[in-house]
């Protein structure tokens, strides 16, 4: 897949910050850690986001659907630290 990292960076920082405010009302946040080159973002869950039972929900519904309108090009959002959630 051949796509201009940067430029999806910067969409899913524009995604990241759309929903910036309604993680920080509940003392969370995330951060973005990587994009792949198969089309991946990986993203780490900080604050309350880092256990709280509903972040999947927030990353595939929240998360992904922002950064997939934002660059259809992406295949998935992914947390790196989702496995303490589970």
Avoid: H, Q
Wanted: net charge negative; charged share 30%.
């Amino acid at each position: 897949m051949s796509f201009n990292k940067a430029e999806i960076k910067e969409k899913v920082n524009i995604a990241l910050n759309e929903l910036r405010p309604f993680l920080e009302a509940d003392g969370g946040d995330m951060e973005f850690v990587e994009l792949t080159d198969d089309g991946i973002v990986k993203v780490r869950l900080l604050g309350a986001c880092s256990d709280c039972s509903m972040s999947v929900m927030t990353l595939k519904a929240g998360l992904e659907e922002a950064v997939k309108r934002l660059a259809p090009e992406i295949k998935s959002v992914e947390a790196v630290n989702i496995s303490s959630i589970a």
